[in-house]
């Protein structure tokens, strides 16, 4: 007899949830990743980030090695599929047990009732845990039971909560012997085959154990003190750049908060001039919208938070959406941020802030269309914080922008990139403009010489349009 441990985006032997409790059943353990490219297709995950899943994954089965788990990874299409790869390894290997740790979005939560309404019939067990958020969703919630819709709120509700009962990471190690001949079938030493995907090289980012802790460390150590003075600025490296390593789970967000305390045991007391607590206070964010994907399943589904922003009337233009997918708008801080993602899968949050918000109201092309480019794109794509930094940015979600504050991507640029030393490293055509004209090149260079784009919009109109349709998107409601 056999336990299985279907890892998805937990990629981690430390603090997993799920493989401590299939350590606790004493049984020996199978190990177990389905790749879908399909369903990732449908779900528009990043190549670069499959190319670091598959990396991690070698580092993972490694790692498993070592505590006797053999890792079987197999690929098939979709989801639909998944289903019936559980009962086949339940069945090949005699196992009684399934455990996996839970994933929100509707399409994952639905193949996971399927896998466990089919394995019933057969006397197996499918048992899920909740192991993403460091608080599980539906514990942080008003006085009535609701939930909450604004985050500040939330997050001091938060802290109340974790402050009473706090949760820390723990691994458990496993000392049960699987037997040789399983271990043999599963030829642990064979390396990871590649998934039918595209393949976007992931080598900017370290996959194993040592490299991810020390990220950790380094951040507390030079970084976390000032994290609210440079957090905001693209051309310091003052974040901690760990988002890929959460969104696939190599990196626990408990472990996060556990390594925050010890450095800086007063995080959790309010304080917005603190660096500590800013970066705390960014981790309860990832919380909040774990919160709201769980209540709404709709959020999965295309559907704004906000009801009446369904009625915008999105322009959807192909030229302008181009335009803004290959970093070639005119606006010098929202095409160095465009290019930027598209060469390296990464991008700043104020970056992402500001050309979500030059996507949806400059060019008021629908928020979907740019939530998915992220996704296409980003190596930390997250369905949860993904959709919730676009209904932000779109005013369409829960405590968004309100929709007549609309960045002006000039003075964004002019603030937050004061000299022009991000847009330098990445668009070559202004490199030799002077910093005081970084941001509005045209009015030191024509649009012929520097090579580079007129606005494709004015910002004074576009601002004054967008506004006007969401006002009658309102009415209309
Ligand atoms: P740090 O500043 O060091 O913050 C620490 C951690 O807190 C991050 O790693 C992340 O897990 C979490 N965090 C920080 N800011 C946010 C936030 N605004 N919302 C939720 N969690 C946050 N984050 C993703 O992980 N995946 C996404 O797909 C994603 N898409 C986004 C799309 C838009 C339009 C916007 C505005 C934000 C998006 N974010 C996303 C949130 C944020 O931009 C990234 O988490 C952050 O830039 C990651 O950098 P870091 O690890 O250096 O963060």
């Given at each position: 007899q056999h336990v299985v441990i279907w890892f998805r985006s937990d990629l981690r032997v430390v603090d997993n949830t799920a493989l401590n409790h299939a350590i606790d059943s004493g049984l020996p353990i199978i190990a177990l990743f389905i790749a879908t490219p399909m369903q990732w297709h449908q779900h528009n995950i990043a190549a670069v980030q499959v190319d670091f899943i598959h990396r991690r994954l070698q580092v993972l089965k490694q790692q498993l090695a070592?505590?006797?788990?053999?890792?079987?990874?197999?690929?098939?299409?979709?989801?639909?599929?998944?289903?019936?790869?559980?009962?086949?390894?339940?069945?090949?290997?005699?196992?009684?047990?399934?455990?996996?740790?839970?994933?929100?979005?509707?399409?994952?939560?639905?193949?996971?009732?399927?896998?466990?309404?089919?394995?019933?019939?057969?006397?197996?067990?499918?048992?899920?845990?909740?192991?993403?958020?460091?608080?599980?969703?539906?514990?942080?919630?008003?006085?009535?039971?609701?939930?909450?819709?604004?985050?500040?709120?939330?997050?001091?509700?938060?802290?109340?909560?974790?402050?009473?009962?706090?949760?820390?990471?723990?691994?458990?190690?496993?000392?049960?012997?699987?037997?040789?001949?399983?271990?043999?079938?599963?030829?642990?030493?064979?390396?990871?085959?590649?998934?039918?995907?595209?393949?976007?090289?992931?080598?900017?980012?370290?996959?194993?154990?040592?490299?991810?802790?020390?990220?950790?460390?380094?951040?507390?150590?030079?970084?976390?003190?000032?994290?609210?003075?440079?957090?905001?600025?693209?051309?310091?490296?003052?974040?901690?750049?760990?988002?890929?390593?959460?969104?696939?789970?190599?990196?626990?967000?408990?472990?996060?908060?556990?390594?925050?305390?010890?450095?800086f045991p007063n995080a959790l007391e309010i304080n917005k001039d603190d660096g500590a607590f800013t970066w705390l206070n960014e981790i309860v964010w990832r919380e909040f919208y774990g919160h709201l994907l769980h209540r709404y399943p709709?959020?999965?589904?295309?559907?704004?938070?906000?009801?009446?922003?369904?009625?915008?009337?999105?322009?959807?233009?192909?030229?302008?959406?181009?335009?803004?997918?290959?970093?070639?708008?005119?606006?010098?801080?929202?095409?160095?941020?465009?290019?930027?993602?598209?060469?390296?899968?990464?991008?700043?949050?104020?970056?992402?802030?500001?050309?979500?918000?030059?996507?949806?109201?400059?060019?008021?092309?629908?928020?979907?269309?740019?939530?998915?480019?992220?996704?296409?794109?980003?190596?930390?794509?997250?369905f949860a914080s993904n959709n919730g930094g676009w209904q932000w940015a779109a005013s369409t979600g829960t405590d968004a922008q309100p929709y007549f504050r609309v960045f002006n991507p000039t003075l964004q640029g002019q603030r937050f990139d004061p000299k022009g030393d991000f847009i330098r490293t990445w668009v070559k055509e202004l490199e030799h403009v002077p910093d005081k004209y970084i941001h509005t090149p045209h009015q030191w260079a024509s649009a012929e010489s520097l090579n580079y784009p007129l606005p494709i919009v004015d910002h004074k109109e576009a601002r004054l349009i967008a506004i006007e349709s969401f006002k009658q998107a309102k009415a209309y409601m």
């Open positions: 070592k505590r006797n788990i053999p890792l079987q990874v197999i690929e098939v299409n979709d989801f639909a599929e998944s289903v019936h790869v559980i009962d086949q390894v339940c069945f090949d290997y005699n196992a009684v047990h399934v455990f996996a740790n839970k994933q929100y979005p509707i399409n994952e939560q639905q193949r996971d009732n399927s896998v466990g309404e089919l394995i019933a019939k057969k006397g197996i067990k499918f048992s899920i845990f909740d192991d993403n958020y460091i608080l599980q969703p539906e514990t942080v919630l008003t006085r009535d039971g609701e939930l909450f819709k604004v985050f500040t709120p939330f997050r001091n509700a938060w802290i109340k909560r974790f402050t009473l009962s706090p949760s820390y990471p723990v691994t458990k190690k496993s000392d049960i012997v699987t037997s040789d001949a399983v271990i043999k079938l599963l030829s642990i030493s064979n390396p990871i085959k590649a998934f039918n995907y595209p393949i976007i090289d992931s080598v900017l980012w370290p996959v194993d154990e040592e490299t991810i802790a020390q990220r950790l460390e380094t951040f507390f150590e030079t970084k976390a003190e000032t994290y609210h003075q440079n957090r905001d600025f693209p051309a310091i490296d003052g974040t901690s750049c760990l988002s890929p390593y959460l969104a696939i789970g190599a990196l626990s967000a408990r472990q996060c908060l556990y390594q925050l305390l010890q450095h709709e959020l999965s589904q295309y559907q704004p938070f906000q009801k009446f922003t369904q009625f915008v009337q999105w322009k959807d233009d192909a030229v302008l959406l181009k335009a803004w997918q290959e970093g070639k708008t005119g606006f010098p801080i929202v095409d160095a941020a465009m290019r930027q993602l598209r060469s390296t899968g990464w991008m700043h949050n104020r970056l992402r802030m500001i050309t979500a918000s030059f996507l949806t109201k400059d060019l008021l092309c629908d928020w979907r269309v740019g939530e998915q480019w992220f996704m296409q794109h980003l190596i930390d794509g997250d």
